[in-house]
Each structure stands twice: as structure tokens, then as C-alpha cells.
């Protein structure tokens, strides 16, 4: 737990983020030696070429950050990303769909962009701070069974973030078998910590050398 940069994806998804803003943020990962960089999939060809063989992954976004877009838009945003260089990729589930109790419809949707991911790989946001403590444990057993790597707790974009609680939960939905990555309001290495002590595998945080300086 004494690297936490290795847990780290190095995050910068919000609107107006220039091509230098890009090129901080690699920068920052390269010489932090963060996990990855998590950013929208219009910088992920540009990152990959800048990343070059350094140990750093690119990870971007898909259907984000409602989770709305249709299953077929979802896989090809998908394989474009892949094509493009993305390692990972960090979709959103259809929240609207899991709310509504269409379990069968989000299923084919996590499925549909893990068909799409190639060797690239899948982590589902659940955006927990919409969903009851049930639509959670659904949420990650259907990623589970749709074949994804991981669950992740937010966007970020939405009400609130990740908590300790909601990463116990989701760890225990998804057993040893899963990655949990908690996202979204990690603000130290306090709270980083505790994430990773009740069950993250990955931290997704824009504060990332804020925290690692702690």
C-alpha cells in the first residue's frame, strides 16, 4: 500500500482541457510513474504516441458520462479507442436501464464493449451514487458475468464519488476475482488509503500528485 502511485490512474476528463493540459498530465504520470492517464478518448492516439514505451498505460472513457449511448455506440467508441492505442477503457453502464429493471438490456450493453475491448481492458462505472445498495450488488454480478475486469464506483460528473463503504460492498459483490476501482472525491492520501483497505484495486484521481506527496 506504500506505492500508491502504482494504483493510480492520472485522470483529466473535463471539458476544455487543451492538447498542453494533455501533455502535463503525461508528463506528471511519466515522472510519478502513475498507472495510467485517464483521459477522453479524442487524446488517446496523441497519448499514445507521446507515452511511447515509457511504463504508463492509456486508459479513456466510453458512453461517458451518462452511460445513455446505445450499445452499438458503446462498442464502437470501443474499438476506436483500442485502434487508437487505449490499453483501457472505462465505461459507463446504462444507468437509466438498471433503474428501470431492465437487467437483461445492461447486461448486452457491458457486453457488447467487452466484445468490442479486444485485449484491452474493461471497467464498468456503476455510478453508485445513483443506485440503492441492491442496484449496486446487480450492477457489479451483471459486470461480473458480462465478462469485465473490473467495477468502478463514479464518474465524477454525477452527484457524489467513491466511499469506503461502496467499495466494501462492491468488493464483496465481485469477490477476489474483480478489480475495484474507487473514483471521484479522493482528495489525500488518507482517503486514498482507506479505499484501498476496503477492497480498490485502482484510484482514479486528478489530485494524483497531491496525493502521492502526502
Avoid at 65 to 85: D, M, R
Avoid at 141 to 167: I, N, R, W
Amino acid at each position: 500500500m506504500d506505492k500508491l502511485n502504482r494504483y493510480i490512474d492520472h485522470t483529466l476528463l473535463k471539458a476544455g482541457s487543451t492538447e498542453w493540459d494533455i501533455n502535463a498530465l503525461i508528463d506528471e504520470a511519466i515522472e510519478n510513474q502513475f498507472y495510467s492517464v485517464c483521459i477522453n478518448p479524442e487524446w488517446v492516439k496523441h497519448a499514445r504516441e507521446k507515452i511511447g514505451s515509457q511504463d504508463v498505460k492509456v486508459c479513456t472513457v466510453i458512453g461517458f458520462p451518462l452511460g445513455a449511448t446505445t450499445s452499438q455506440v458503446k462498442a464502437f467508441e470501443t474499438k476506436n479507442a483500442v485502434e487508437n492505442g487505449a490499453d483501457e477503457v472505462d465505461m459507463v453502464i446504462n444507468i437509466d436501464q438498471l433503474k428501470t429493471g431492465n437487467t437483461d438490456v445492461v447486461f448486452e450493453d457491458i457486453k457488447a464493449v467487452v466484445e468490442a475491448s479486444g485485449d484491452a481492458l474493461v471497467k464498468v462505472i456503476i455510478e453508485t451514487c445513483l443506485l440503492t445498495d441492491d442496484e449496486k450488488k446487480m450492477a457489479c454480478q451483471l459486470s461480473k458475468k458480462a465478462g469485465a475486469d473490473y467495477v468502478k464506483t463514479s464518474t465524477g460528473f454525477s452527484t457524489d464519488g467513491a466511499t469506503p463503504e461502496d467499495v466494501k460492498l462492491m468488493r464483496e459483490a465481485v469477490g477476489k476475482e474483480m478489480g475495484v476501482k474507487a473514483s471521484g472525491g479522493i482528495h489525500d492520501a488518507e482517503e486514498a488509503r482507506e479505499m484501498i483497505k476496503n477492497g480498490a484495486t485502482r484510484l482514479g484521481t486528478s489530485r494524483s500528485v497531491e496525493i502521492c506527496s502526502n
